[in-house]
T-cell receptor, first 117, second 115 residues
């Protein structure tokens, strides 16, 4: 079945550095991908919608200059956390929709754990 | 605006007991999808079920069953004869057709099954 991968699965970085997280649809094309963030013991919160070939749409309260999203191809979306700080430490999960699936099934990636020291 | 409420923060049961997880949702749309996901300690979301708003039939899959009642805006989930492997956080989620793909998740219910 369709699979969504994320890389890296976990990352530790120093405060002030930038971190890039990749989300790939492995055997299907995804014109739209979504990025979620989950703090410990909390629910998943939608951060932004990533649209292939156009600008991402951010949810209210999410800083677009801090969380840069690029969806340059039908199988890859990247989330860059710029100038990361400890409060950005979280579990980041992407999801993707198969553009050719009539059932419009949504697939979630395995997540990326970010720890900012 | 859509909203999903899972009032139970944590449920602890002994193996073989049944456990029911409540989910109440709010939406203005007439067409929407409801989901249940399991999140084990690894963090990866495990898809359990998707139900569209026009299908109120209850569903059973092995030890899992779901009760969808549109009249009360509820989509409850029951695990029968729980097992230790069922220990996880369970999320109920809603996605409206108008914004398909955008999931509104409930707060989650931690299920702890002890031997």
């Amino acid at each position: 079945g369709a699979v969504v991968s994320q890389h890296p699965s976990w990352v530790i970085c120093k405060s002030g550095t930038s971190v890039k997280i990749e989300c790939r649809s492995l055997d299907f094309q995804a014109t739209t991908m979504f990025w979620y963030r989950q703090f410990p013991k909390q629910s998943l919160m939608l951060m932004a919608t990533s649209n292939e070939g156009s600008k991402a749409t951010y949810e209210q309260g999410v800083e677009k200059d801090k969380f840069l999203i690029n969806h340059a191809s039908l199988t890859l979306s990247t989330l860059t956390v710029t100038s990361a700080h400890p409060e950005d430490s979280s579990f980041y999960i992407c999801s993707a929709r198969d553009a050719n699936d009539p059932k419009e099934t949504q697939y979630f990636g395995p997540g990326t754990r970010l720890l900012v020291l | 605006a859509q909203k999903v409420t899972q009032a139970q923060t944590e449920i602890s049961v002994v193996e073989k007991e049944d456990v029911t997880l409540d989910c109440v949702y709010e939406t203005r749309d007439t067409t929407y999808y409801l989901f249940w996901y399991k999140q084990p300690p690894s963090g990866e979301l495990v898809f359990l079920i998707r139900r569209n708003s026009f299908d109120e039939q209850n569903e059973i899959s092995g030890r899992y069953s779901w009760n969808f009642q549109k009249s009360t805006s509820s989509f409850n989930f029951t695990i029968t004869a729980s097992q230790v492997v069922d220990s996880a956080v369970y999320f109920c989620a809603l996605s409206e057709v108008g914004s398909w793909g955008k999931f509104q998740f409930g707060a989650g219910t931690q299920v702890v099954v002890t031997p």
